[in-house]
């Protein structure tokens, strides 16, 4: 009986002395990174997963940090890592399944908070970083966005490019594209012919989008790799037509 309460008046300072060492911790962390300096929706998320695991310095105040964007001591403006790719700087997977609502809204999080307006009476550096990271911001929203540049941008991720030639292309799918082309010489001045035009390539283009998506899913790049080409016949195409649009002032 006598030893069953020594054991339990020992417990009980030992959850105390244990809570109160979690304590000091916790104070000694917050005095270097404050919480709530930066927003919670932003700041590169995935960035930690791509640092170095050499200490990175402030280049202001010596501090050492780890793959944040600003010293977590003097709350200086960092250089980014380098090995961060567009999804990292965007805060998304890296799939070719992207909501477009996410990224609008998280690229004007991203603008607002490194425009170069609020860096106005910073130093030079810093002022200097602000313009190289909205410029970055603005690269990476704009290939994500569009579905041909962020299927090619993976598979520049995946160490592919494609190149400009027509060597290695199907006979058949460039004599598709040629009678495509062909029936646009034929409608240059048909209003009704061109917005049809326009309508079947926005079709094609879309159906194109679908099946790399489901290429990118099955991990099969090749077959990625094969519409992606094609689509940049069609999207050519989409761009001809736009100006045609333009120049008869169609306006839909």
Not at 206 to 222: C, G, H, P, V, W
Request: aromatic share 10%.
């Amino acid at each position: 009986m006598y030893s069953s309460r020594i054991l339990l008046i020992f417990t009980k300072k030992y959850n105390n002395s244990f809570r109160n060492l979690i304590k000091q911790y916790r104070n000694l962390y917050s005095y270097h990174v404050k919480k709530t300096y930066f927003p919670s929706s932003l700041v590169f998320t995935n960035a930690s997963r791509y640092s170095s695991d050499s200490p990175l310095k402030c280049w202001n105040c010596n501090f050492i940090y780890k793959s944040a964007l600003f010293c977590s001591k003097c709350k200086t403006l960092q250089e980014p890592p380098e090995s961060l790719t567009y999804f990292d700087i965007m805060g998304i997977p890296k799939s070719y399944d992207i909501i477009i609502v996410d990224i609008q809204t998280k690229y004007k999080e991203l603008q607002k908070l490194f425009h170069p307006d609020k860096f106005g009476n910073k130093s030079e550096k810093e002022k200097q970083l602000s313009q190289n990271i909205s410029s970055l911001v603005n690269r990476a929203y704009n290939t994500l966005l569009n579905p041909l540049q962020r299927g090619l941008y993976i598979l520049e991720l995946n160490n592919i490019t494609i190149s400009e030639g027509t060597d290695n292309m199907d006979p058949e799918f460039l004599m598709e594209i040629m009678e495509k082309n062909e029936e646009i010489e034929v409608a240059l001045n048909d209003h009704t012919k061109i917005q049809k035009l326009t309508k079947e390539n926005k079709e094609i283009l879309n159906s194109l989008t679908m099946e790399i998506a489901e290429a990118f899913r099955k991990q099969d790049i090749k077959k990625a790799e094969t519409h992606l080409i094609r689509m940049k016949y069609y999207n050519s195409i989409n761009n001809r037509l736009k100006k045609l649009k333009h120049d008869l002032g169609i306006v839909e």
